[in-house]
């Protein structure tokens, strides 16, 4: 084969494998003559950058893998939609991770269907909470929201919080980003404490109006209006007991609209009142009021049978099964209102759900203490056993709960918020001001929670904050607080009920969560855009080198092929530029478990003037450290805390103005627990107000007479933030600048 041949099938390979590489086949190979000819070498340069590009390419996708690992081992739901305008409807999964399966039930595949999947799984009352915070999310605000999703196995809802931002992602387009965790645990608890609450005030309640001497009649309504607000009963109805005749007497009755719809419907002109329960020997409701037994009944025939014998009436008995499926009830309750002694009178209530065996033990206490409180009326000896159940109530309470009268006197505090008896007897009637002083609080304390007691009483509403404590041990606990203010029918303060919840692995665990999305947040961007730099550097030597080829296939002269392999040659030593520096972020960003040392500045200052003695002298330029004789010993990762030092005092000295030597000084200062070293010169400066947001980028740089690739102040800031710190710069133009670099002190850790 005579050398055009030869050259002619070294050119063919070239070309294919320039054309596999612009197809994103990295690990096509050819093999080298043995030759040492131009066009065998930049066959050995192109073997050597495919292996260079295949092997950022695996890199590219372990770092992808990595980030989506570590969205999938979250704990929450991390998903991203791309909505065109504000329109909901066109909305369009881009991503979510698999605790979307977890969680809810829901594929991938499923969510590909279209954002209807998952706004139907969204509870229909809270859909329109979650678009409103969509839309402002889309005005660029980062908004928090709450909300219920249906699992899609078994149809249960679970509360998520989600925390939603956005990103302009062009041509009309925005890019939704949310992230929603479990919450159903806390909201059970908030709801747990508001029913413990409600509970507490409907006791309250019947004991100011036992104290204030009312009747029988007040106590049920009470009692009645209390068990509607903790378990939400449609329809209910209060009876008196009369011994005297063995009758029930119907006193009140709260029906919903679809109720007395329905039973107008079945009774026509027969009058809802006349509908009263037999109490008749050996009937069923008197049974019941016999046995003291409360009875809530969920299957279907029992129901019925309870609405039969709720009267005489033979239109509504004969209507009793129609009327149960129209109305939709699942619970019918029948509570006798009694103690050992006597009966008192019996509520009735109906629900159109079955109630839960917590909500039951709630009702029962509520009629238990409207019994005991009826009948400590009658009787002072039980009026201080009552006293002593609704303490029993508060005491067993899993939060901190007190009482305090209209001027912020304590008047019941539970042993969850004061272990001590003997403090706890002491504080009775006494104030927070005369607390703090016995027990060697700041005053500071007393007079925070007064103000929140004022704000409370002022507003009329329950008020809220989160109290912050330094523990003995330095770490922080947070108590969640909250007053409700009590006033009777003419609006007088009576009492203020307090209680607190230890939120503190709650709140760590939030903080922690915030954190993490931010570190993640920042990664993502980080990515794209050295995703953004590495495409763009990359793709003008290969358009060039492609370019190159198409000239080769039209057989130019030999003189002009000479001129191409220089073109080849020079582009593909560029190319090689831009893959040795992308190699050197590389390793700067994964370098990262590397020994911790005892910081000596002077020496790291010596070393670098060593390695820059050439530049230095032939600048006339004078590096020197200022002594601080208050700096302590510090520690951190000596090698890149030289290499920081190299990149600013090299730059300060390429940087320099004509007219004057360059001086660059290195000053360090003792800030607490971290260390600030300033590296400050009298060069060029930069434009701030012009390249201030791009001053640490990638590939940038603002003085063009010298030359460079503006790498170094990228890497700079890349070793800080590996060191878990902060860079700064000032500067102005002609008078030089200032990089400030702040450096936690790591005695004893590994970075």
């Known amino acids: 084969m005579n050398s055009d041949d030869t050259a002619n099938q070294q050119l063919d390979h070239i070309l294919n494998i320039l054309l596999e590489y612009g197809k994103g086949n990295f690990s096509v190979r050819t093999t080298i003559p043995d030759s040492d000819d131009t066009l065998n070498a930049v066959l050995v340069g192109l073997n050597m950058l495919g292996e260079e590009l295949e092997y950022y390419r695996q890199e590219d996708r372990r770092k992808n893998q990595l980030l989506r690992d570590v969205f999938e081992n979250t704990d929450e739901i991390i998903y991203a939609l791309d909505i065109e305008g ?39 009352q809270d859909f329109n909470t979650y678009r409103n915070h969509i839309h402002e999310a889309l005005k660029g605000k980062a908004v928090s929201c709450d909300y219920r999703m249906r699992k899609k196995n078994n149809g249960e809802y679970i509360w998520v919080s989600d925390r939603l931002w956005s990103q302009d992602a062009g041509n009309g387009r925005t890019h939704i980003y949310g992230a929603a965790r479990d919450i159903t645990q806390r909201k059970n608890q908030e709801e747990y404490t508001r029913r413990t609450l409600a509970e507490i005030k409907t006791i309250d309640s019947i004991y100011q109006a036992a104290v204030k001497g009312g009747d029988t009649l007040e106590i049920l309504h009470l009692l009645s209006d209390g068990i509607k607000k903790l378990v939400d ?19 009140a009755q709260r029906l919903s609209a679809k109720h007395q719809e329905g039973l107008m419907m079945f009774l026509g002109k027969v009058s809802v009142s006349s509908i009263v329960p037999i109490v008749e020997p050996g009937s069923r409701f008197h049974n019941i009021l016999e046995k003291r037994k409360m009875v809530f009944a969920t299957d279907p025939k029992e129901i019925i049978e309870l609405m039969k014998d709720h009267t005489k009436v033979p239109a509504f008995r004969a209507v009793a099964a129609p009327a149960r499926k129209l109305l939709g009830i699942k619970t019918f309750s029948v509570l006798p209102i009694a103690n050992k002694e006597r009966v008192f009178g019996m509520l009735t209530c109906v629900a159109n759900r079955e109630l839960s065996l917590p909500e039951q033990g709630l009702v029962v206490r509520l009629v238990n203490h409207a019994a005991f409180t009826l009948a400590r009326i009658r009787a002072d000896e039980e009026l201080r056993e009552q006293k002593k159940f609704s303490e029993s109530i508060l005491n067993t309470l899993p939060v901190d709960i007190a009482v305090f009268d209209k001027d912020h006197r304590y008047r019941f505090v539970n042993p969850k918020a004061i272990q001590n008896q003997e403090i706890r007897d002491w504080i009775i009637g006494k104030d927070d001001f005369e607390y703090v002083a016995k027990r060697g609080h700041p005053k500071s304390l007393a007079q925070k929670r007064r103000e929140h007691f004022v704000k409370a009483v002022h507003s009329g509403k329950p008020h809220g904050w989160i109290d912050e404590y330094q523990k003995e041990d330095g770490s922080k606990q947070y108590i969640m607080r909250e007053l409700y203010p009590y006033f009777d029918e003419n609006n007088e303060l009576q009492s203020v009920f307090g209680h607190g919840v230890d939120i503190t692995s709650l709140k760590n665990a939030e903080l922690e969560k915030e954190q993490l999305l931010k570190e993640l947040g920042q990664r993502v961007n980080e990515l794209m855009q050295f995703n953004s730099v590495v495409s763009h550097h990359l793709r003008a030597p290969v358009a060039t080198l492609m370019g190159l080829c198409n000239l080769i296939e039209m057989k130019p002269s030999e003189e002009d092929v000479h001129e191409i392999m220089e073109g080849v040659k020079v582009t593909s030593e560029a190319l090689d530029h831009v893959l040795r520096d992308l190699n050197m972020v590389l390793a700067t960003k ?52 030289q290499s920081i030092i190299y990149i600013l005092v090299s730059n300060a000295i390429k940087y320099r103005r004509q007219d004057v030597d360059p001086v660059v000084k290195v000053v360090a200062h003792q800030k607490e627990s971290e260390v600030e070293i300033e590296v400050i010169d009298n060069g060029l400066g930069i434009d701030l107000k012009r390249y201030g947001d791009e001053i640490f980028g990638f590939y940038k740089r603002f003085h063009n007479h010298v030359q460079g690739r503006g790498l170094g102040l990228y890497l700079a800031k890349a070793q800080v933030e590996t060191l878990g710190g902060q860079i700064r710069v000032q500067s102005n133009l002609g008078t030089g600048s200032m990089f400030s670099i702040v450096l936690p002190n790591q005695a004893g850790e590994k970075v």
């Open 233 to 251: 009963v449609t329809a209910s109805r209060v009876f008196t007991y009369n011994p005297k005749t063995d009758t029930l007497e119907m006193k």
């Open 86 to 124: 504000t329109d909901l409807s066109n909305a369009r999964f881009l991503f979510s991770s698999n605790q979307v399966s977890r969680l809810l039930g829901y594929e991938e595949e499923d969510l590909k269907k279209g954002f209807g999947v998952w706004s139907k799984a969204i509870h229909p």
């Open 590 to 641: 994964s370098n990262l478990n590397q020994r911790v040392d005892k910081i000596d500045l002077r020496e790291i200052v010596r070393l670098v003037r060593n390695e820059l003695e050439l530049q230095i002298s032939s600048a006339n330029a004078t590096v020197k450290l200022v002594d601080n004789p208050d700096l302590k010993p510090f520690y951190s990762i000596s090698s890149y805390l």
